[in-house]
């Protein structure tokens, strides 16, 4: 096969500015989320159903429906009423981090509900309040077990984020089209993209187990 390296030459800054934007919409995605998604945890815990029940519906609408039609409503309906100046990536990051924030808030409460019940009786034993309580005793253990599969979440949303591309996003996948479209050439530039993934995905990986370890001494 006749493969082009000089293709990958010309496109090579403009992958590299691809991924760039790549993780900074992903990294913006999964903070944002995890600030919607713990709110959304302590409204789905709510012991009153009228309280659980709008959480409940906006985890099962965000979780059963395709991350591409939550951008399309995002974009063509939500960001033109929100921003005059929105732009793809903007539509992208409000996308992601709402998308992001139903996984995560599922992830929350998982890790809460896994610590012992009895810890929270002896702490509000002690004198502390629900929320002390909460914030001293059981987030702290809950967040150890919720490193993985919120490393996992991060990971889904960098491959996400190459939806953004539809919207003319520069972001990785978008360069990698625009590199066939110009030289008619598919294995060049989506080989370089799908190696450009993958060295981000297995970077995040290992820093992970890397966290995972440091937390466990």
Known sequence: MDFRWDIIVEYLPFFLQGAALTIGISLAGILIGSVIGLFVTFGRMAHKWFIRLPFVWYINFLRGTPVLVQLFLVHYGVVPVLFSNGTAVTS????????????????????????????TEAARSLGLTHRQAMRHIILPQALRRMVPPIGNEFIMLIKESSLAGILAAGELMYWGRAAVGQHLRVWEPYLTVALLYLVIVLGLTYLLQWVERRWAK
């Open 92 to 119: 992208a990051i409000i996308t992601l981090s709402l998308n992001s924030s139903a996984y995560l808030a599922e992830i929350f409460r998982a890790g809460i509900e896994s610590i012992d019940k009895g810890q």
